[in-house]
């Protein structure tokens, strides 16, 4: 026989032997315990036992008591000792087992009284993440997506009244200091009335109480543009575009003037209609002196005109 033969039937012998065990165990373990526990009269042999039978099968003559007699009470348990085992040896049944049975309750606690095991924890703590996530998630895109009704770019926006922005947006000195206004994404500059007339913005809606808002972004791109205070204007520093104060266009690549947004004045309060941009080509005759000053940037785009 090869090795390999030798090993399946070694592993074959080990297995029966092994189903042999258990199948003993366990039957030696089903056996009655009141036949594993027989008193020790089933140790006798047979013929003691029968013996035993004999005796008390042969009548018993009790004599007078004499003074070396054994007591009466010595030949009573004499004789329920033999009736005992004659009772025991005609009994050909066996002795009832009795069997003792271990008993599980299962009690059904409360939630209350359970409290939360490990694997609720976590699995509340999770859907709870999980909860939250979706839930920031479709907030925020309901507020993205929700139209925005009031207030806000892209609204009415009432920026101050127009006395008080006069006094803000022209210093003691005569010079221009513009008024940012982050809600409207817009500078408050003065316009004069006298200027209205000669210049293209006549009738177009864009000036009030002597006040126009400018557009932020640049025209040729899309960057803010600061304000200059030396050139008393306002220069883009992505690719040197330059308008006077009033938004005209004075230099650089910028294809037409600032955008600016329809005002109104109600009621002694300037109102910036951001929803309505308007757009206006290049001035020929500028408005306002441009530059008063130095500027801030240098004048570095090749297209500039």
Aim: glycine share 8%; charged share 20%.
């Amino acid at each position: 026989m090869t090795t390999v033969q030798l090993l399946i039937v070694a592993l074959s012998a080990i297995v029966l032997v092994g189903v042999l065990g258990a199948f003993v165990i366990a039957y030696r373990r089903s056996e009655s315990p009141g036949r594993q526990a027989r008193s020790w009269r089933a140790g006798l042999s047979r013929e003691t036992r029968k013996a035993d039978r004999s005796a008390l099968a042969t009548p018993m003559v009790v004599q007078p008591a004499e003074p070396d007699a054994v007591p009466e009470m010595e030949v009573t348990e004499a004789v329920a000792t033999a009736a005992e085992d004659a009772a025991e040896e005609e009994s050909e049944e066996p002795v009832a087992a009795m069997q003792a049975v271990e008993v599980m309750r299962v009690e059904e606690l409360s939630p209350q009284e359970a409290g939360v095991n490990r694997r609720q924890f976590f699995t509340r703590a999770l859907g709870a993440t999980f909860g939250a996530f979706v839930g920031l998630n479709g907030i925020s895109y309901l507020a993205f997506l929700w139209p925005r009704l009031s207030g806000g770019f892209g609204s009415d926006i009432d920026v101050g009244a127009i006395a008080d922005l006069q006094t803000e947006v022209v210093l003691n000195d005569g010079s221009i200091l513009p008024k940012f206004v982050p809600e409207a994404r817009a500078y408050i500059v003065p316009f004069a009335e006298s200027d209205i007339s000669r210049s293209q913005f006549e009738g177009s809606g864009v000036v009030a109480g002597g006040l126009t808002a400018l557009f932020q972004r640049c025209v040729h791109l899309g960057c803010r543009v600061p304000w200059c205070d030396a050139s008393q204007g306002f220069e883009c520093p992505c690719h040197g575009s330059k308008y006077n104060y009033v938004g005209e266009y004075e230099a650089g690549p910028a294809p037409r003037n600032l955008d600016r947004f329809a005002v109104e004045d109600q009621n002694g309060r300037l109102i910036v209609k951001t929803g309505t941009i308007i757009q206006s080509a290049r001035a020929i005759a500028k408005t306002v002196q441009y530059p008063q000053g130095p500027s801030c940037i240098a004048l570095n785009s090749p297209t500039a005109v």
